[in-house]
């Protein structure tokens, strides 16, 4: 019977969970029965006898003496190990073993794992809930009849996807690699950067039917313990039927809901995660996606990239200003363009104003309408051309755009001014590094056009105001989200707008790592006493 309850307690999670009301399920954490037949028939009950649930019977001893199985879920493991590492030593190996010590039954489990089965991780079944979830998590499951319990064996074999170049964030210099959709490939890629006894791992299961592998890394003596255990604290909150990528993760443990402002930050590449975590960070990895999630998250860190370490400081730091200019015209050159032509004609050169006049002068629509029409259009193709194939979503846009805008300006609807400040507005946009950040930008664009329309500059610089109270009293895991720009922190300014060589980023922000500050002790290179 299928019930519907109301949830009572303060998770932001859906107003209604679905909660299967079976009995029967109750005994899922019962313990594993002695009787062969009976632990068999209760796994394809529950199973529904499934058609992908393989159970195989076998006889272990010279005289078959001991009856076994093994369960496994066909499309999950390795069949081929299954023949080899399990299989062939019970089945041949152990024959030459003594059955009257067999027969016994006493200390058959152990000698099985600890002379014949050649497999590396192999794990106590006492229940179940154990047995359920090792099952269709791709292990192996080997009982006995007679004896109430069995071993999980790691024999995980199903198709992965290789590691390729992340899609999302392209770099010219720098690591091409990028994560995949299995946790511990992605856990091993950051392995490989940080060779350290002091980056941990923890695991948990989330999700009442998935039962998703969550796994939390950070760097023990940088990290704060008390973001680790807030980090671990949501985590443990979250009850949900089940979790099939990280958005499920980030939208259930920000800390406000109602921002338009992303507040976790998230990443494919896996040097991007490894910068973080020596930062102070916490990268949560959610197994079945690649993104890779980071708290706490700070808005600067939404416009860097990591090609800005690569190169030298001078470089990186004039294409950060150049990225910042940018997130200021996504957001209010729509806006400007209305208050200004509405309100503030003054502001214009004459012969300027003059072509601006005559264009318009067709136009039945005040600059509003034109701009917010023109918006709508171009957020419309946008979309269009990421759900269309591969093949014709770029050419689709790129020419639904050319004919939609050449054809709006021909026909009176628009002037060709405010097809260019959509275009660049647009342009810009695709600047930003991260796609969250860019969509909250063309979100409050339409608001600041009706600021805008309504009260010219006065209305912008209004909405500004709002907008930067509003970040300030945001917070990411405790720490304040424009840091190191409210609260200001001259030490770290270093490594925000501009970017100082890396001898002069000696120490990690303190906010986020309050126990290991210092990053290193270099000092900028001294020329040498001798010229060569």
């Keep these: 019977m299928v019930v519907f309850k109301k949830l009572k307690n ?78 062939e030593p019970l089945m041949l190996d152990i024959t030459s073993y003594n059955d009257q010590f067999l027969a016994s039954r006493t200390e058959i489990l152990e000698v099985l794992k600890d002379h014949y089965l050649t497999v590396g991780s192999i794990n106590d079944v006492m229940d179940y809930t154990t047995l359920f979830n090792s099952l269709l998590s791709g292990n192996i499951i080997l009982l006995l009849d007679g004896v109430a319990h069995g071993f999980m064996i790691s024999m995980c ?6 590691v390729s170049e992340s899609t999302a964030e392209n770099v010219i210099r720098g690591p091409k ?75 259930l443990i920000q800390d406000k809901t109602y921002t338009p402002f992303p507040t976790v930050y998230y990443s494919e590449r896996p040097d991007v995660i490894s910068a973080e975590l020596l930062e102070g960070k916490i990268a949560i990895l959610v197994d079945g996606t690649p993104n890779v999630l980071i708290v706490p998250a700070l808005f600067v860190s939404f416009l860097h990239v990591a ?21 200021f015209i996504a957001l209010l050159a729509p806006s400007l363009f209305v208050a200004i032509t509405t309100f503030h004609q003054e502001m214009v050169p004459t012969a300027l104003l003059i072509n601006l006049a005559a264009q318009r002068e067709g136009v039945p629509f005040p600059a509003f309408i034109e701009a917010l029409m023109m918006e709508a259009a171009f957020e419309i193709l946008r979309e269009a051309g990421l759900r269309m194939p591969r093949a014709i979503g770029s050419a689709i846009s790129i020419v639904g755009t050319l004919v939609i805008g050449t054809a709006a300006v021909e026909a009176g609807i628009v002037s060709a001014a405010m097809v260019i400040v959509v275009a660049i507005t647009a342009i810009s946009s695709f600047i930003l590094p991260s796609v969250a ?13 009706g600021l805008a329309a309504s009260f010219g500059l006065f209305g912008i610089i209004v909405g500004l105001i709002s907008l930067i109270l509003h970040l300030c009293s945001l917070r990411s895991f ?24 890396w001898w002069g980023m000696v120490s990690r922000p303190k906010l986020i790592s309050k126990t290991n500050k210092k990053r290193s002790h270099n000092s900028a290179p001294t020329p040498p006493e001798n010229k060569i």
């Design 437 to 449: 950040m860019a969509a909250s930008l063309r979100m409050l664009r339409f608001p600041m056009m």
């Design 157 to 162: 074999g199903w198709n992965e996807r290789a």
């Design 307 to 327: 090609e800005d370490y690569y190169q030298r400081a001078d470089i990186s730091s004039l294409i950060r200003l150049l990225r910042f200019f940018s997130l």
């Design 10 to 87: 303060k998770n932001r999670l859906n107003p209604f969970t679905v909660e299967i009301d079976d009995q029967s399920l109750n005994n899922s954490k019962d313990s594993l029965s002695e009787s062969l037949e009976e632990n068999k028939n209760f796994v394809l009950k529950k199973l529904g006898n499934s058609s992908d649930i393989v159970i195989r019977d076998i006889k272990i001893g010279k005289e078959n003496l001991v009856r076994a199985s093994i369960f496994y879920c066909d499309g999950l493991v390795d069949t081929a190990s299954i023949q080899n590492s399990v299989l």
């Design 478 to 501: 405790g720490v304040p989200y424009m840091t190191p720009f409210g609260p200001l922190i001259k030490e770290e300014v270093k490594d925000s707008i501009f970017r100082l060589p």
């Design 177 to 251: 690699e990028g994560f995949t959709e299995s946790i511990r490939t992605n856990t091993a890629l950051i392995r490989r950067k940080i060779k350290s006894q002091q980056l941990w791992v923890e695991s948990k299961n989330i999700g009442k039917l998935t039962k998703t592998d969550i796994a939390i890394m950070y760097i023990k003596g940088i990290a704060n313990d008390k973001i680790v255990q807030e980090v671990h604290r949501r985590l443990n909150q979250i009850d949900i039927d089940g979790i099939l990528e990280s958005g499920y993760i980030e939208e």
